[in-house]
Structure formats: structure tokens, C-alpha cells
């Protein structure tokens, strides 16, 4: 009998053109209603990083419950990356509510959390700490009453850049790039950072709403930006959108972003 198995699943590549299926690497919880990870609950937006100092992979997601009124993140840790993954607790990060969240890791290895808030009025983000389990005291924040959301943070030649979505529900909206000397800000908005296309593909992110940016390595100032395109009508059956992400411009503009349309 086949067993359709709810959780985080995990896939694998070597060149992001072949792809394994590494299976579910944070399982559901099938019979404890009580728990985080039981099946009714949501749990989104999932990020891996890797910590030196103690050779552990941590995740950090967000939780809610059915109603969306639980606003915490979650953590879980395994000895790889393709799991499997030990939950550890869900919490509200520095005592306030925490909704559309990412982890940024930075090249001195200090991690960062950034999430929504205030009822998704503002940005919060602050330092995690040594062990990547927990945030620090220490946060700062950003975007007040700007309402924006959904968060994704890269850093080139030493500028930090961010990503965000506007808050429409799960209607795709315009995105809105902004720039840093440091991870915990000022943090100066530049615009829309998508182009092409028409003006419709322009003003939704190309349908979509901003996850993750990933560096691609060995080809510098080229990134991935990562996307989710959600299926209001069946959550589970939501897609990634990948566009390509250059940065340059003109020396009195630190930063240009072009995206590209999905293939």
C-alpha cells in the first residue's frame, strides 16, 4: 500500500540541472494533534544552513497553525543535509510574532534572522546565536509600517541586498529591492528590481513571491532568485520560480538588478 508521507522533502544536485530525490528529511506528525509538525498544522518557507563550530545542520521554518494565528518559527537539526531532520521547538522570535522569515549567513559565519512582524507591518532582524538554535537579544527594526514581507537577502562586494513582496494575501504583488553597509541596516529601498516582460509579469514578480537568492558560484555578480508561486486552491501543489539575478550598473548606483523571465 503506498503512504503519502507529509513533511519537508530535500532534493540534490551537482549542477542544478540534475536533480536526486533525497525523500522527506522532516516528517510530519501523523497522530499527535498537540505537536508542531502534526499534518493539519503549516509549516513554510524551510532554510538550511550549516554550522562549523558544531558540524550540525540547523532549519529554520515557519509555523502555524491552521487559523495562522500561531506566528513562530521552528527549528530542527541533523548531522546532514539531507537528513534526517530532529525538530526542536517552535517560538516567537524575540517575543513578537514571527511570519515570513529566511536565515542569511554571512561570510564571517555569523547568522542572521529575518522576519515579518507587527502583523506583517515591519521587518525584524537580528543575530542568531553561536549554535545557530536560538536569536540573540540583540534586533534591530527595519521597513517600519511598510508592510512588506518574504524576505531574501544576498550580499556582493560587500553590499548586503534584500528582496521583499508586498502584502496581497497570496495574490503576487511588486517586489522591492533594497540595499545595506551592514546586515542590521540603514537599509535604502532602490525599486522594483524586476525587468522584461510586460508590465503585468513586472508589477507580480513575474507572478510569483520572493524565497531565497542563491550565489552562483564561480560566475560573480550572477545569483538565482528563488520564488514561490502559490496555488491558493491547493497550497501543496505551489511551485519555485527561478529567474537569473545580475548585479552592476553605473558607479553612482552601487547596484542594478535585471531578472530574467523562467524558461
Not at 562549523?52 to 532549519?59: L, R, V
Not at 549567513?105 to 546565536?129: F, Q, R, V
Not at 541596516?185 to 514578480?205: A, S
Request: charged residues 20%; contains cysteine; proline residues 6%.
Amino acid at each position: 500500500m503506498h503512504v503519502d508521507i507529509i513533511g519537508v522533502g530535500c532534493y540534490s544536485s551537482k549542477d542544478l540541472w540534475t536533480w536526486k530525490n533525497e525523500g522527506i528529511v522532516l516528517a510530519a506528525e501523523e497522530t499527535n494533534e498537540t505537536h508542531d509538525l502534526h499534518k493539519s498544522n503549516v509549516l513554510e518557507r524551510p532554510k538550511v544552513i550549516y554550522n562549523e563550530n558544531t558540524g550540525k545542520y540547523i532549519m529554520w521554518m515557519h509555523m502555524e497553525d491552521t487559523n495562522y494565528t500561531k506566528a513562530a518559527v521552528g527549528t530542527a537539526i541533523s548531522n546532514s543535509p539531507t537528513g534526517p531532520f530532529d525538530y526542536i521547538k517552535s517560538f516567537r522570535s524575540h517575543g513578537f510574532e514571527s511570519r515570513d522569515m529566511t536565515i542569511f549567513k554571512d561570510d564571517d559565519g555569523m547568522a542572521y534572522l529575518i522576519y515579518s512582524s507587527e502583523d506583517n507591518s515591519e521587518l525584524h532582524i537580528g543575530p542568531l546565536t553561536q549554535d545557530y538554535l536560538d536569536v540573540t537579544n540583540v534586533m534591530r527594526l527595519i521597513l517600519v509600517g511598510q508592510h512588506r514581507e518574504a524576505p531574501a537577502l544576498f550580499k556582493h562586494e560587500g553590499i548586503y541586498y534584500m528582496v521583499t513582496s508586498g502584502c496581497t494575501g497570496w495574490a503576487p504583488n511588486e517586489a522591492l529591492a533594497l540595499a545595506a553597509e551592514s546586515v542590521m541596516g540603514p537599509w535604502e529601498t532602490m525599486g522594483n528590481p524586476c525587468i522584461g516582460g510586460n508590465k503585468i509579469f513586472r508589477l507580480t514578480t513575474f507572478f510569483a513571491q520572493s524565497t531565497y537568492v542563491l550565489p552562483l558560484h564561480g560566475f560573480p555578480g550572477i545569483f538565482i532568485f528563488m520564488a514561490d508561486r502559490w496555488n491558493p486552491a491547493d497550497l501543496r501543489d505551489s511551485r519555485y520560480v527561478w529567474l537569473p539575478l545580475l548585479v552592476g550598473g553605473p558607479v553612482d548606483r552601487p547596484l542594478d538588478y535585471s531578472f530574467g523571465f523562467p524558461l
